[in-house]
């Protein structure tokens, strides 16, 4: 533990210095005690010539009180370090040690953060989680569980459960176990492990095999959590077993979540069946709690939307009084949202709520590249016109691309704008409502 991470313990926040400023009062009096009781024996007693030499008593009083004072603040520093190295060393590995006092002020900093909802499936609700999580431990993540594909898919039709491979992705994001083991989580079996286990992830069969032993995916989900640390919650947005199918714009209508993007013609709408399937009242609950909800980002049809088309859902989402945030994807995905711009996106969430507004702003992408992406992607950048529709939602363009990959956002500065919208949204209501347009300014 350097002296630089010894100093950290004073950070604001860390409910440490009250603790500190304890022991020291303690300190302090005992010395007093100490002092009252050699002070008494001093006055009674003769000592040898040397006892006064020992004592520095050849110098003055107050030359004496500072030596005194200086000499125990060192020895108070250097033991304050050896102690926590001493403990540090015994509770964590050398490779974390490094990390103690800023998961304390983490944990105790985010503790007090927003309560915060995040609702899509995906990998784009995972990165925005992996974000948000720095901000705050007042997280609720709200998944779709119509997945029928790969992995999720298979469980789904042997098991009989809800797909795993959404929450598996979101516990794996907010996850504050050893890397390793978030590592282990996300495992997936190659073609080489055998018929019955090739293809699987790791995590996806860890979920299923705890709803076996606990009886509930709810309570797997939970228990999992634990084990792996979880900053936050997972809620599946409903427990009944659902399918997506959607209606094309050439006529056909093709069922299932991992058909749609391939059928061919693009989507008109999606719909679940049973369209009766309620929504997990632990959602409404989270709603109800809420200061921020977040939309997005992922799979328009079929990662954000089948939350929506949950029974109750939606009613839930409009009741909130938090703030609600749309993220529009950075790129198109063939097969589902070719050629839409950022208020596309939008248009088609209020359509199928029934033309309904729930949004108070749509944040869009700002980094378009220079150059097209490449032919193979079959994908574009969206755009963000300032002159579509958006309904009664705000328009926010920010950076939130990753220069790493530019058809997906970067989960640092996704976070950043998101978490800005929410502590700016009091200020912009006012200064909205306190407007001055330049021609009500006088001139002189």
């Not at 929506?308 to 097969?335: E, M, P, W």
Request: proline content about 5%.
């Amino acid at each position: 533990m350097s002296a630089s991470n010894l100093s950290k313990w004073l950070y604001f926040g860390l409910e440490v210095k009250r603790w500190l400023f304890v022991l020291l009062i303690g300190v302090v009096i005992m010395a007093l005690g100490f002092a009252y009781i050699l002070r008494e024996v001093y006055a009674s007693y003769a000592f040898p010539e040397w006892v006064g030499t020992l004592t520095l008593q050849f110098m003055p009083r107050w030359s004496r009180g500072l030596l005194f004072i200086t000499v125990a603040c060192g020895l108070t520093v250097y033991g304050a370090w050896r102690l926590n190295t001493s403990v540090v060393s015994a509770l964590l590995p050398a490779e974390r040690r490094d990390d103690l006092v800023e998961q304390i002020y983490s944990n105790r900093t985010q503790g007090r953060g927003p309560k915060i909802v995040a609702i899509g499936g995906g990998t784009g609700l995972s990165m925005l989680l992996r974000g948000l999580k720095k901000y705050t431990s007042n997280l609720t993540a709200v998944v779709t569980v119509a997945d029928d594909g790969g992995s999720s898919g298979l469980l789904r039709r042997d098991m009989h459960v809800i797909p795993p491979g959404d929450i598996r992705n979101c516990i794996a994001a907010l996850a504050d176990a050893e890397p390793l083991v978030t590592k282990l989580f996300q495992y997936r079996f190659d073609e080489h492990a055998g018929e019955g286990i090739a293809g699987h992830s790791f995590g996806n069969l860890f979920i299923v095999a705890m709803s076996e032993v606990t009886g509930s995916m709810e309570i797997a989900i939970r228990e999992t959590s634990r084990v792996l640390a979880v900053r936050g919650s997972i809620l599946p947005s409903t427990l009944a077993d659902i399918v997506l199918s959607a209606h094309l714009e050439d006529g056909r209508t093709v069922q299932g979540e991992s058909v749609i993007p391939y059928a061919g013609s693009p989507v008109k709408d999606v719909f679940i069946e049973p369209a009766s399937a309620p929504v997990n009242p632990e959602v409404v609950r989270a709603f109800r709690e809420a200061d921020l909800i977040v939309l997005g980002p992922g799979s328009l049809y079929t990662s954000v939307m089948p939350n929506l088309l949950v029974r109750g859902l939606s009613d839930a989402l409009l009741a909130s009084n938090a703030h609600k945030v749309y993220i529009s994807n950075v790129a198109t995905q063939h097969g589902e949202t070719d050629g839409y711009n950022a208020a596309d996106h939008y248009a088609a969430i209020r359509r199928h709520l029934g033309g309904v507004d729930v949004m108070n702003v749509v944040l869009a992408n700002s980094n378009l590249p220079g150059e097209a992406f490449p032919e193979e992607w079959q994908s574009t950048p969206v755009l963000a016109p300032g002159d579509a529709d958006y309904g009664s939602a705000r328009l926010v363009l920010a950076d939130l691309v990753s220069s790493e990959l530019r058809y997906r956002h970067d989960s640092e500065q996704l976070a950043a704008a998101v978490m800005r919208q929410y502590f700016e949204r009091d200020l912009r209501v006012f200064a909205d409502a306190a407007a001055i347009t330049p021609s009500e300014i006088a001139t002189p």
